[in-house]
C-alpha cells in the first residue's frame, strides 16, 4: 500500500515522527512531500535528522509565499508527483498551507484522504488555520480526532459516510518517543540559566505577530514578565524575528534561536511556566506537568482550559500578563485526566486504515 504524506511545517515533522514509524513498522510504502513551507535548517532538517523521520521523496520549493502564492505553488509542485506514485492513500497532519495543499492534490488526483488532528476548530475566521482544517476535514475520508472536542465538532457538523476515530493527539506518542532523548546544548544558552526559575515563551501566530500595535503589546507584556516575574526564555520563531525588526521592536527576554524537539524537552523539563501561542507547545506543556498562558483569545485545545492546566492571555483585551501568570502559577496543580489520549494513537491510525 503505498501512502504519500505531504508535510511543511515544524509542527507536521514533530506530528509525523511517530506515524511514518508505525507505517513503516506495518509495511507500508510511504512517500514523504516535504513543500518547503517551513526551509530554515532549523525549522526542518533538525526534525528530519534528531526524530528519524524518512529521507522525503521529494522538497518542494513553497516557502515564503503568501497563502494563496503558496497554495497554488504547492498544487503545481505536488501534481506530478501524486501522478509519478500513484498513491493510494493520502495523509495530512493539523492546519498548515501544506496540509490544505495535500488535501486539495488528493481530491483532484481522487485519492483518499487521512487528516490526522481533524475536528479541532476555533471558530475564528481570521485564522487562516481555521481555512485550511475545516476544508481539509471536508476533503477527508478519514477523520482521527485528537479528542472528545474534535469528535463531537465533527459530529455536529454532519460529515456523513466519512471515518471518525478518536485516536488522541500523536504529540504525545511523540513525547513518549522522545522524553528519554533530551538535551540541553549551547545553542540555548548557558545551562547555569535553567537552573533557576524560568518562563518558556514561544510566540509566531499570524494574528499576534502581523500588526504592529498587537505585537507591540505582546511585546510590551513579555519585557514586564521578564524584569518583574521571572527571566523568560524564548527560542524565536523566524516569522516573528522579521516582524519585530520591521516594526522595531525591542524584545528584552532571554532570545535564542529556535532549537530542536529535544531540546524543546529538555527545556520543558526544567521550567516553571509556558508561555505560548502554539496549540503544540501548550499540550507539552501538560504532558510535562507545567502550568501555560496561552496567549491568545481561544483555543483549539479547550480541555486544557477546563482543567486549569493552561489561562487564556486575550491580547486584544488588553489584559496584563504578568498577574494572569500569577493566577496560575499559583493555582495549577499537575492533572490525573488524560484527554488526548495513551500515547498510542499512531497505532490505532494504523490499525484503522487496516
Ligand atoms: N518547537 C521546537 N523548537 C522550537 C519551538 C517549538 O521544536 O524552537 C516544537 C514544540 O515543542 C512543538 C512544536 O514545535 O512540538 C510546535 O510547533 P509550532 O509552535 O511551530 O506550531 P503550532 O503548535 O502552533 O502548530
Known amino acids: 500500500m503505498k501512502v504519500i504524506t505531504i508535510v511543511g511545517a515544524r509542527p507536521q515533522f514533530i506530528k509525523s515522527a511517530s506515524v ?13 512531500i516535504h513543500t ?3 526551509y530554515d535548517p532549523s525549522m526542518s532538517t533538525v526534525f528530519f535528522e534528531e526524530m528519524g523521520l524518512p529521507k522525503p521523496y521529494a522538497i518542494l520549493n513553497c516557502g515564503n509565499l503568501k497563502r494563496d502564492e503558496m497554495l497554488s505553488r504547492m498544487k503545481d509542485e505536488l501534481k506530478p508527483i501524486f501522478d509519478a506514485i500513484q498513491p493510494d492513500i493520502a495523509l495530512v497532519y493539523g492546519d498548515t498551507n501544506s496540509t490544505l495543499a495535500g488535501a486539495r492534490m488528493a481530491q483532484e488526483c481522487k485519492v483518499p484522504l487521512v487528516h490526522i488532528e481533524a475536528g479541532l476548530r476555533s471558530y475564528n475566521d481570521e485564522m487562516p488555520e481555521e481555512h485550511n482544517r475545516v476544508e481539509s476535514d471536508h476533503i477527508a475520508k478519514w477523520l482521527f480526532t485528537p479528542t472528545q472536542q474534535a469528535t463531537e465538532n465533527l459530529k455536529r457538523e454532519g460529515f456523513k459516510g466519512r471515518i471518525i476515530e478518536q485516536v488522541g493527539d500523536v504529540m504525545l506518542d511523540a513525547l513518549q518517543m522522545f522524553q528519554s532523548s533530551a538535551v540541553h546544548t549551547e545553542k540555548m544558552g548557558p545551562i547555569s540559566f535553567f537552573q533557576k526559575p524560568f518562563a518558556l515563551a514561544t510566540m509566531h501566530r499570524f494574528e499576534n505577530i502581523s500588526r504592529p500595535e498587537r505585537l507591540a503589546f505582546l511585546v510590551d507584556q513579555l519585557n514586564t514578565f521578564n524584569d518583574t516575574v ?3 526564555w524564548m527560542p524565536l520563531h523566524p516569522a516573528t524575528a522579521v516582524r519585530l525588526k520591521e516594526f522595531g521592536l525591542n524584545l528584552s527576554v532571554h532570545i535564542a534561536p529556535p532549537v530542536g524537539y529535544l531540546e524543546m524537552l529538555w527545556a520543558l523539563k526544567q521550567t516553571s511556566l509556558v508561555l505560548t501561542d502554539s496549540g503544540g507547545l501548550q499540550k507539552e506543556a501538560y504532558y510535562s506537568d507545567k502550568p501555560s498562558v496561552t496567549l491568545r483569545g481561544e483555543t483549539e485545545w479547550v480541555e486544557l482550559i477546563e482543567m486549569g492546566a493552561s489561562i487564556l492571555f486575550d491580547p486584544s ?3 496584563l500578563l504578568a498577574p494572569k501568570a500569577r493566577n496560575i502559577l499559583s493555582a ?3 492533572g490525573t485526566k488524560a484527554p488526548y489520549g495513551d500515547g498510542k494513537a499512531s497505532q490505532k491510525i494504523i490499525n484503522s486504515l487496516g
Open 20 to 32: 511514518s514509524k508505525a507505517l513503516q513498522l506495518n509495511g507500508y510504502q510511504e512517500y514523504v
Open 36 to 38: 518547503g513551507q517551513h
Open 230 to 232: 521571572m527571566p523568560v
Open 317 to 319: 483585551k488588553k489584559e
Open 332 to 334: 495549577f496543580k499537575p
